[in-house]
């Protein structure tokens, strides 16, 4: 319960790119003819999960450790990405797991780091900044 407090935005995307992923929604279509839209959607889900995470854990540490922030922020969406291309392939007759998704997955994963880093800039200055 604690990390579902600490970490409301996170849990929140973390079940929603579950329910999109385990659906039987279809194929959906976002009405323009963009070449690999499904691979743009894992990319834009996983980026967004990653950089909600690091985000969420600045906001909650005054002096962050970066294990942590490594192993919950990094190898948790990588390792959910995964996790859900097997479960798509193996336990659902509607869905198929594909590696070039996991690969749009593991891109967004590094783009959200990135973006995660440059979000937390100003609250990390701030924070060590010398108090009158």
């Not at 929604?25 to 070449?35: F, R």
């Not at 192993?71 to 097997?86: F, V």
Request: with cysteine; glycine share 8%.
């Amino acid at each position: 319960m604690t990390l579902i407090r600490k970490y409301p935005l996170s849990t929140l995307t973390v079940a929603v790119i579950c329910v999109l992923s385990l659906a039987p929604l279809g194929q959906v279509e976002i009405g323009l003819d963009v070449p690999f839209q499904d691979k743009w959607a894992h990319f834009v889900m996983y980026g967004t999960l990653t950089s909600i995470i690091w985000w969420e854990h600045w906001r909650q540490h005054r002096s962050p450790d970066m294990k942590p922030l490594i192993l919950g922020g990094i190898l948790l969406p990588e390792a959910l990405g995964g996790t859900l291309e097997l479960l798509q392939t193996y336990c659902t007759t509607y869905r198929s797991g594909d590696w070039l998704d996991f690969a749009a997955n593991s891109i967004g994963v590094l783009l959200g780091v990135i973006l995660g880093m440059i979000a937390i800039r100003p609250w990390k200055k701030h924070r060590h900044a010398p108090r009158p």
